[in-house]
C-alpha cells in the first residue's frame, strides 16, 4: 500500500474548530497530536467532571452546558478552541455555530470520515465503555447526510479527511486572518473618504510626501513615499465625485504595488453588487460611478470588481495599536470576522431614529469606547478631525466641498487640503445650521474653564482651568491684538544634568537624548544672548487689522509689544522689508507676508531693568562688601591670626562676582543699536515651513545679513553627525570656544528641523548653555562645586513636555492660519500656549 502525502490545512488563528466523526473516528487522539492541551474541550471529559463518569449519557446536557460556558470565555479571550464530540447531529453543530458567531469568530468543521468497520473494530477493542456497532452505524449515516451540507449551515472552512491514512498524514498551519496585519508597524498615512475626488487625492499625496507615478496619457496610476510609507484608504474611494475611475486607477496601482492599504466603504460594497448585476439602487452618486465604468469597458470594470470585492472590512495594525474601519469599529469586535463585525465596520451602527435631514441616527460608539487601539475611520462627515476616546473621523466631506484629510501615523498628526469645490451636495449640512459662527469673531467661553486642543503633531493637548485663567490674564491686559498674534514660541528645556566636573549643561546630554530618540543628524545652533521676538512683516496691513502704512509688528515671546517706541519698530520693520526685497526672498516666497522667529539684541534692549535693578545692583554691593572685607582679613593676617580660609572664601566669592558682572557687562548695548538674529522662517502667504530643514531655515538669514548688515545679525552654526565621534568632539570643542568667548550658548536641533520619531515629534530643540552665562541665571557662586551638586538635582521631565505641547500648539497655530481658518480657530491654538506658561517650572531649568 502507498503511504498517503501528508497534506496541510490552513485554519484561522482565533476560531472555533469543530470536530465531527463517529464514535471511534479517533478524535480524541487527533486533537491531542494537532492542538494544545487547554485548546480541546472534550465532552467525554466534561461529562466526568460533572458526572464523575465519562461514559454516563444521563450528564449529557449538563456537559455540553459547561463545555459551551468554557468554549464562550475562551473565545471572549480570542483563543483558539477545539470541540471534541461525535457532533454527527445537525443540532448539535447548530449550537456551536451559534456560539462562534456570537463571539464574532469563524466556525471550521473537521470531519474525521473513517470506514465504519474501522470505527466499530477501535470501539470493540475499548475497556473503558461499550459502545455498539448500531450506534456507530447511526451516527455515520447521520454523518453522511449532514456532509454536503456543512457549508450551508454557517462552517466557513470545512475540512474533510477520508480514510485513515488521509487522517494520518493531515498537518495544520495556523493563518491569521486577513484582518490581521498586526506585524505592519507603518509608519502609515490613513486618507478619509475620497468619493471620486481625484484631484484633492493627488493634492492631499503630494502634502503628505508621496511622489505620484504616471502612465503615458499623463494619469496617475501610482504613488510610493521616498521614507517607505503606507497609505491607507478608509474606505469609500467611489461614488458623488468627478473621477471616480481616476480615483480607483491611482488607488488600485498602490495598493497593487505595495503602497498602500485600503478597508472596503459601504459604497464599494454597493457597487460590487451592482457590478455583479444584483438590483441596487443607484442613488448617492452610484448611477455616475456605473455611468463612468461603463466608458472604460469592460476589461477594467472586471479590475474593479476584483479589486473592490477582495477588500477587508477592517484592519488591524502596529501590533494591534491601530484599527482602520470605514465606519469605525467597537473594541469587542475588532480582529473578529463575522457578519455584524463586517456591518459594523461597512455601515456603523444605527439607533433605528432619522434626523431632521432624514438620514438615520449614528449610535455614538465613539463616546463610550475605551479600547487601547487607536481606531481611525470615515463614513460620516465631520468638519474638522477630532480624537474622541482614542478614535478619530477623517471624513471631512471633500466631495460636499469640506477638506479631504489625512492622518500621520504614529505621530498623530492631522494633515489635510481643502475640496476644490462642492462636487455633491449634501443632505445634511457639514456644519449644523445655527451652530456658524462670524470668523474674525472671538468668544470670552473659548478661553475659560478647561480646554482640549487637537494638534497635528501632539494629537489632543489638555489646558487645565487654572492654566486658562493665567493666560487669560496676559492676553486680555498685554498681549498684542489677537488678529496679529499667530504665534507665541515655545519653551525650550535645557539637557539633563552634566556628570563632567564644572558644569552644569554639557552638550554631550543633548546629544545623548537625541541619539535615544532616534535622531543622529543634529545643528549646532549659536544661542544669541538677546530677547526672543516674533516679527511680522507684512505688505497689506489690513490683512492683519494694521494701521494704515505699517510694516507689521514685533511682539515677545509673551505676546506683548516688543517695542516702547513705534519709531523703531517701523524703522526696523522696514529696513528687514527692503532686505526681504533685495535678497529675493519675498519673489521665492511668493508671499506679502512673512512671520520669523528671531532674537532682538542686544540683551539690554528688554532687561534694561532688570539687569539695572538686579544684578548690577548684586554686584555692586558684593563687590563693595567683599573688598572691604578682603582688606579686614588682609589686616587681620598682618597681624598674626589665622583667616586664611575665610580670606581664600571671600576672594573666591570677589572673584566670582566680578565674572558675574563681566557676564552681563557683555549684553549690554546701545538702545538704538538695535540688531535682529532671524533663526526660522515660520510662515508666508499660505505655506508654514516646519518641513524645510534648518539648513534652508539659516540660509534664509544669511542673505538677510547680507542685504542689511546693520540690522541683522548672522547665526553660527556647525551640523553634528552623531554615529561619528570626531564630529561629535567637534561640536563639543565648538561650544567650548563659543562660550569661552563669552556666548550664551547653543541650541541643538535635528537638522531636519519637525522630525517624527515612534514616541511623536522629537525636541525641536535643546539648549545647552556655557558655564559663565549660567553664572547670570544661578548666581556668582553658581560654578561651586557645591553649589553644582545642588544644581544638579533638576528634574527636565516636565520642561520637556511642556516644550513638545507648546510645540505642538505653535505649529498647529501656524497651520491653521496659512490654511485660512478662522481667527477663533487659530486664536485657540496661539491662547494655549501662553496659558501653559503659567505652569510653575523648576527654577533651576
Known sequence: MTEAAPTRYAIPRTCLVVLVGVS???????????????????????????GNDESDQAATADAFDALQHVAAIRLARGLLTVVDATSVQPESRRRLIGLAKAHDVLPVAIVLDVPEAVAVERNARRTDRDIPAQVVRRQSDQLRRGLRGLGREGFRRVHVLSGVEQIEAATFVREPLLNDRTWDTGPFD???????????LEALLARLDYLIVRDDAGRAIDAAHPDGRTAVLLGDVVDRGPDVVGALRLVMGMVGSGHALMVQGNHEDKLVKALRGAK???????????AQLEAEGPEFRQRVLDFCSGLVAHLVLDEGRLVVAHAGLKEQYQGRASGRVRSFALYGETTGETDEFGLPVRSPWAQDYRGEAAVLYGHTPVPAVEWVNGTACLDTGAVFGGALSAMRYPEREVVSVPAQQVWYEPVRPLVTPGTEREPGRLRLEDVQGKLLVETGTHGRITVREEQTAGGLEVMSRWAVDPRRLLYIPPTMSPPNASAVPG?????????????????????????HMGSRAVVLVARDPARFALPPGSRGLVHTRTGRPFFDDAEVEARVLAELDGALETAGIWAELDADWVLLDAELLPWSLKAGALIRDLYASVAASGLTATTATAEVLRSASARGLDVGDLAGRIDRRRDGLGLFRDAYRRHVGDAGAVRLAPFQVLAAGSTTFEERDHGWHLG??????????????PTRRLR??????????????????????????????????LTRTAKGAAQPGIKVRGREYLRIIYGPDSTDEANLTRLRERDTGHKRSLAAREYALGLEGLRRFAAGEPLWRVHEAVFATLALESDPIDPRL
Not at 442613488?283 to 456605473?290: F, K, N, R, S, V
Not at 558644569?503 to 537625541?514: G, I, K, M, N, W
Not at 534664509?700 to 545679525?713: E, K, M, N, S, Y
Request: charge should be negative; hydrophobic fraction near 45%.
Open 503 to 527: 558644569f552644569l549643561e554639557h552638550p554631550a546630554e543633548a546629544f545623548r537624548a537625541y541619539r535615544d530618540a532616534g535622531v543622529t543628524d543634529v545643528l549646532c545652533e549659536e544661542k
Open 700 to 713: 534664509i538669514a544669511d542673505r538677510l545679513a547680507a542685504a542689511a548688515p546693520d540690522l541683522v545679525q
Open 280 to 290: 441596487v439602487q443607484t442613488g448617492h452618486g452610484l448611477a455616475e460611478t456605473l
Open 24 to 50: 471511534g473516528s479517533g478524535k480524541s487522539a487527533f486533537a491531542a497530536q494537532h492542538f494544545g492541551p487547554f485548546e480541546t474541550l472534550s465532552s467525554d471529559r466534561f461529562r466526568g467532571m460533572v
Open 190 to 200: 490613513a486618507i478619509g473618504d475620497v468619493h471620486g475626488c481625484l484631484g484633492e
Open 720 to 753: 553634528a553627525d552623531l554615529t561619528d565621534e570626531s564630529s561629535v568632539a567637534a561640536a563639543v570643542d565648538w561650544w567650548l570656544d563659543l562660550t569661552a568667548a563669552g556666548g550664551e550658548g547653543m541650541v541643538v536641533k535635528p537638522f531636519a528641523n
